[in-house]
Nanobody, 120 residues
Framework: QVQLVESGGGLVQAGESLRLSCTAS????????MGWYRQTPGKQRELVAA???????NYGDSVKGRFTISGDNAKSSVSLQMNSLKREDTGVYYC??????????????WGQGTQVIVSS
């Protein structure tokens, strides 16, 4: 079974940076979408950043200008560079990879989550 292994979370002070990484094992193909979601207690899971196979990116309003997503389809990996972290960035971050060579062969994989805690 394919697993998405996440790393890079931790505890930092506001204003500092973290870089999250996610890699599929074994490698996967026909990736269409890679993204990062954040889960905060008491709140709905939200999309933080996303990138498509064509290079299109999208960011949540709260992280625009501070976070940068990058993907490497050949390596089945996606990263999230998080700068100028704020307390509201605290949460569990999940990577997500979607794709498939054609209809009926779609996949949707999720990582186990990595904790990010930002103190003031």
């Amino acid at each position: 079974q394919v697993q998405l292994v996440e790393s890079g979370g931790g505890l930092v002070q506001a204003g500092e940076s973290l870089r999250l990484s996610c890699t599929a094992s074994p490698s996967i193909f026909s990736i269409n979408f890679m993204g990062w979601y954040r889960q905060t207690p008491g709140k709905q899971r939200e999309l933080v950043a996303a990138i498509t196979s064509g290079g299109w990116t999208n960011y949540g309003d709260s992280v625009k200008g501070r976070f940068t997503i990058s993907g490497d389809n050949a390596k089945s990996s996606v990263s999230l560079q998080m700068n100028s972290l704020k307390r509201e960035d605290t949460g569990v971050y999940y990577c997500n990879v979607k794709g498939g060579p054609y209809s009926g062969r779609d996949y949707d994989y999720w990582g186990q989550g990595t904790q990010v805690i930002v103190s003031s």
